[in-house]
């Protein structure tokens, strides 16, 4: 059975006396099942003995054959969990004697110093592991966890082969070298794409799609570096969809390896891929890839939680770090060759807090170079308003139209600005700032609003607090109305009285804000209200201009003229991106200073200023990069 070195020193660590059955990897964590039920009980002192010696996680397990049967099991837990933790499932993964345990609240199933957990373990021989439900339904969340349960074998073996690759062999540094190629998102946003290779490995960052290009949508996965089948992981920095949307494209290619990121990016990146193969089949596109792609990249999904290290290749270590951008948001930090050279990739961050998200982190034990990106990398950008101006100024405008009687139309992203704006208005409303009002919330942002309430441990200590120790969850709050179909927007603008509308897409490019925008632009007491940047050439660029007068589309062909009479302002405060001063501040800030700085997602122009910028600041190498460069960066 045994025959890699690590598996070989964790066993001569053992005492002799105890049988383990079996010895796999799950990635870079090794798993010793043993029918002994002492040893399964009873060895925690002796693995974290053996764990600080050969610094790799080991977790033991019951053997499958000493656990009691699965009925017999249910029933001691649902004695063991207090009936206010709210069970809500249980879910037994046979081969790997986990018990899944779904609740309102996971806190009370592990219990005080772990108590709970504890005697469902020593009752029952199976290794409880605790999961929040969502707060609001989510079918999202449910697919994804019944995708990864029913397919709970093959991620056994495939996790294993990670591990033995990881274990397989010594690093050669005699002839060592690490190179990047910038495959999409070097001065452009829209299609982020990067490989980092090394003699022994080859991982890819990011694989975004650039929705707004009809050609230059897809990254140049046509390089004659890239071989998908070859490459050894996937990274995905968050669920944004030029930083996710054509993952599940590589499994139709034949990638069978782990793509990793944290949970809240896996489950909002499902969702918003699931949105855009839906839209391009209504509207008649080429279907890139379809929903059977989309669960091979679920089932090949691997998650890690916030600051923990993990091997992922034999020679790349990565760890995450909350970048503040949107929930789940991660700078990517990569130790290549066991120390030769540490990177990290910013993804998008924002360094600066929000309502919802602590700011980005700037403090590392090692970087030498920065992938930086470079979204208002110009001084003409200068900095925001500070979040209170802003929030004031919009609870301002909020309060002058109530008095008139009129709708507020807020185009959102469906990730990110929209859950920031419900916990701006839902406190406002809380603190009486502004009248009791409905705020209807459209489509897709609800669904992404239901994925945040599964991971609440993702926001900042103020949310937290009043989520766990108020027992307040502003997002569950009674002001918040699901609009779900035709029908109901219908409603809400012909309904009397003034009320707020939260609707995708942010740019009024299509979407539920567009149907808001032709019916209520016409009346002078409605008011609309930009929070995000309005790309050239978007509905929402061309009405934040000046525009009054616009021909649109009808439902059903055709056209019509809209005026628009009602009040358009733009509130700037509330970007999930750093500002221009935020950018260099953070490279300023960061620690250690990094030896070389390389600028991407931005234009061009951008790229360049910000990279100019901090050559000038930090006297470091920097360079802005376009597609298909490849650098050695070590
Ligand atoms: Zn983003
Ligand atoms: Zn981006």
Not at 141 to 167: D, P
């Amino acid at each position: 059975m045994v025959k890699y070195e690590i598996l070989s020193k964790v066993m001569e660590g053992l005492p002799g006396s105890v049988e383990i059955s079996e010895a796999v990897f799950e990635g870079a964590n090794i798993i010793l099942y043993s029918k002994n039920k002492d040893f399964v009980l009873n060895s925690r002192s002796l693995i974290k003995k053996l764990v600080n010696k050969i610094k790799k996680r080991i977790e033991v397990r019951p053997d499958p054959s000493i656990h009691i049967n699965e009925r017999d099991a249910k029933s001691i837990i649902k004695d063991l969990v207090p009936k206010d933790a709210g069970l809500k499932d249980i879910w037994f993964d046979d081969a790997r004697s986990i018990v899944l345990l779904e609740a309102d609240n996971p806190g009370m199933v592990i219990g005080y110093h772990g108590e709970v957990i504890k005697s469902i373990r020593e009752k029952t021989l199976w290794v409880p592991v605790v999961r929040r439900a969502p707060v609001i339904k989510s079918d999202i969340v449910k697919t994804i966890r019944y995708t990864l349960y029913k397919n709970s074998e093959y991620r056994r073996k495939m996790l294993h082969n990670i591990g033995k690759r990881i274990y397989g062999r010594e690093i050669d540094k005699s002839d060592y070298w690490v190179r990047l190629s910038c495959l999409g998102g070097a001065r452009e946003v829209g299609r982020s794409c990067f490989l980092l290779q090394t003699p022994e490995s080859k991982v890819m960052l990011d694989c975004g799609v650039n929705v707004a290009s009809e050609d230059d949508a897809f990254p140049y996965l046509n390089a004659p570096e890239v071989d998908i089948k070859a490459l050894d992981a996937v990274i995905i920095s968050h669920s944004h969809l030029d930083h996710c949307g054509l993952v599940p494209l590589l499994f139709k290619y034949g990638y069978k390896g782990p793509v990793y990121s944290s949970e809240p990016t896996r489950d909002i990146s499902t969702l918003l891929q699931l949105d855009y193969v839906d839209i391009a089949q209504r509207e008649g596109k080429k279907q890139i890839y379809d929903s059977r792609d989309i669960k091979e990249l679920v089932k090949h999904s691997v998650c890690f939680d916030l600051g923990e290290v993990n091997d992922v290749t034999h020679d790349v270590r990565l760890s995450l770090f909350n970048a503040g951008h949107v929930l789940g948001s991660s700078l990517i930090h990569l130790n290549i060759g066991d120390g030769y050279h540490n990177l990290l990739y910013t993804g998008d961050f924002k360094f600066t807090n929000t309502k919802m998200l602590p700011k980005a982190i700037s403090r590392f034990q090692r970087v030498e170079t920065l992938m930086l990106e470079s979204t208002y990398g110009s001084s003409s950008e200068g900095n925001y308003p500070p979040l209170i101006k802003s929030e004031t100024e919009l609870i301002n405008k909020i309060k002058d139209t109530v008095n008139h009687d009129g709708k507020i139309l807020i185009p959102v992203l469906g990730v990110g600005r929209a859950q920031e704006i419900m916990l701006i208005v839902e406190e406002a409303i809380r603190q009486k700032r502004i009248p009791d009002i409905p705020v209807h919330v459209d489509g897709m942002v609800w669904d992404v609003t239901a994925v945040y309430t599964t991971y609440p441990e993702f926001m900042n200590d103020k949310v937290k607090n009043l989520i766990f120790n108020q027992k307040h969850n502003p997002f569950t709050s009674k002001l918040f109305h699901r609009v779900g179909s035709a029908k109901e927007r219908e409603e809400i603008i012909q309904g009397p009285g003034p009320c707020i509308i939260l609707a995708t897409s942010g740019m009024l490019t299509g979407g539920s804000s567009v149907e808001y925008f032709r019916h209520l632009a016409e009346n002078p007491d409605n008011r609309l209200i930009l929070v995000s940047f309005q790309g050239a050439g978007s509905l929402g660029r061309r009405v934040q201009a000046g525009e009054r007068t616009i021909r649109m589309q009808g439902r059903r062909g055709g056209s019509s003229v809209v005026k628009v009479r009602f009040p358009v302002d733009t509130i700037s405060g509330f970007s999930g991106h750093s500002s221009w001063r935020e950018l260099v501040g953070f490279a300023k800030n960061l620690r250690p200073k990094p030896k070389k700085v390389i600028t991407i997602h931005g234009e061009g122009s951008r790229c360049i200023e910000l990279a100019s910028k901090i050559y000038k600041t930090l006297h470091v190498e920097t360079v802005a990069p376009r597609n298909l460069d490849v650098m050695r960066i070590r």
